[in-house]
Each structure stands twice: as structure tokens, then as C-alpha cells.
Nanobody, 131 residues
Framework: QVELVESGGGSVQAGGSLRLSCAASGVTWSYNCVGWFRQAPGKEREGVASTYTNGGNTGYADSVKGRFTITQDNAKNTVYLQMNSLKPEDTAMYYC????????????????????????WGQGTQVTVSS
């Protein structure tokens, strides 16, 4: 079993920055793909970014490219989402999730998959961006 815990959310003004953390514990070798998702009230969940934990390819939604960066610290079993130039439309609950996938499928699964594709989910952290 894997436990994921997000942190780092908060309230910022437009143009500001936040860094979200997704810390994993448990059977951490049972996944190799970590995705960040977000869901705003009344909207569908959106895949935001992804990375392979072995340092492989990353993926980003078009809406965050150039502003968000996903990184990882394997020594800490933690994946980060650096969010810069935040916009009010970035306001949402942000979740991280993890799964074991063959090479090349991480971002496509984050972008187009369902919740059932990821067996491990965190509890979420709220990001609020004011104009």
C-alpha cells in the first residue's frame, strides 16, 4: 500500500507562486508514474502534470505549460509541482496520484485516464488564486 500526502497549497494573488509537495510512504516501488490533478467546483477533474519517478519524461496540460514544473526528490519519495505566474483559473483542489505504468504512458494516462487508473491518491490541497 502507498500513502500520498499533499501539502503546500494556500491563497495567493494572481502572478504569485506556490510549490506543492506530494510525499509518499509505504510500498513506494509499486508505482513509477506520478500525476498532479486538479478539480475546481463544478468542473471535471483535469490532469495537470506527470513524471516518471526514474526521471523519465514529464508531461503538462497546455493550460500550465511554461508556468508549472514537476520535479522529484527520490531520496525523500516526494514529487513537487512548482506553480508560477498563477492565474485565478488555477484555483482548484490539487491532488497527486500514483500508478505503475509501462514507459511512455504516464502523461497520456494522466491526461485521458480515469480515477480508477490510479490506485493511489492523496487527500488534496487547496489552491486559491485571487485577481
Amino acid at each position: 500500500q502507498v500513502e500520498l500526502v499533499e501539502s503546500g497549497g494556500g491563497s495567493v494573488q494572481a502572478g504569485g507562486s506556490l510549490r506543492l509537495s506530494c510525499a509518499a510512504s509505504g510500498v513506494t516501488w509499486s508505482y513509477n508514474c506520478v500525476g498532479w490533478f486538479r478539480q475546481a467546483p463544478g468542473k471535471e477533474r483535469e490532469g495537470v502534470a506527470s513524471t516518471y519517478t526514474n526521471g523519465g519524461n514529464t508531461g503538462y496540460a497546455d493550460s500550465v505549460k511554461g508556468r508549472f514544473t514537476i520535479t522529484q526528490d527520490n531520496a525523500k519519495n516526494t514529487v513537487y509541482l512548482q506553480m508560477n505566474s498563477l492565474k485565478p483559473e488555477d484555483t482548484a483542489m490539487y491532488y497527486c496520484a500514483a500508478v505503475y505504468l509501462p514507459h511512455g504512458l504516464c502523461w497520456s494516462t494522466v491526461e485521458h485516464g480515469t480515477s480508477r487508473d490510479f490506485p493511489f491518491w492523496g487527500q488534496g490541497t487547496q489552491v486559491t488564486v485571487s485577481s
